[in-house]
């Protein structure tokens, strides 16, 4: 009896100390994103616009050292699951940087700029500690994987079959 008491403990500990989300806060949908013709848009535009697609989402910036050396990883990503949207929220510091970081690299899949950068509700609500940042939406835009700092992450890639 006290087995099982212990591990319903572990089991209720371990699932509320979980902190994945499954969708957004309103605060987080309702942030301003600035797209590559200079328009705003809200994350939650961003989210329609993919709906009925899996969404990968990588946050990053062009002054990340980690970053740049996983877009090759990430252009993988893209060749192997052709059936998902990648879409790329930038962290740079201007808008100039972000747009030539872009061409640059040959990113291919939509893009945005984070004006106000981390300290911004979007990124308050993802609790953005390190980039790249990698995120998975199904179909509907719920959250799928909340959180890969690794484009080899086991959680990533099967978020991605899914």
């Given at each position: 009896m006290k087995k099982i008491k212990y591990l319903l403990l572990l089991l209720i500990t371990t699932l509320s100390c979980q902190k994945e989300h499954k969708t957004f806060s309103v605060k987080a949908l309702n942030d301003q994103f600035i797209t590559q013709v200079g328009e705003q848009v809200t994350f939650q535009n961003i989210v329609d616009q993919h709906k009925g697609k899996k969404v990968f989402i990588d946050i990053w910036a062009s002054w990340c050292g980690d970053c740049l050396k996983s877009i090759p990883q990430v252009k993988a990503l893209q060749n192997q699951f052709k059936n998902v949207d990648f879409v790329f929220l930038s962290l740079d510091k201007s808008a100039k940087q972000w747009q030539y970081a872009i061409k640059k690299y040959n990113l291919k899949g939509d893009h945005y700029?984070?004006?106000?950068?981390?300290?911004?509700?979007?990124?308050?609500?993802?609790?953005?500690?390190w980039i790249p940042r990698y995120m998975v939406l199904d179909s509907v835009g719920n959250i799928e994987l909340f959180k890969a700092i690794t484009t080899d992450d086991n959680k990533l890639i099967e978020a991605l079959k899914k």
């Open positions: 700029y984070m004006p106000k950068g981390k300290k911004c509700d979007f990124a308050n609500f993802v609790n953005i500690s």
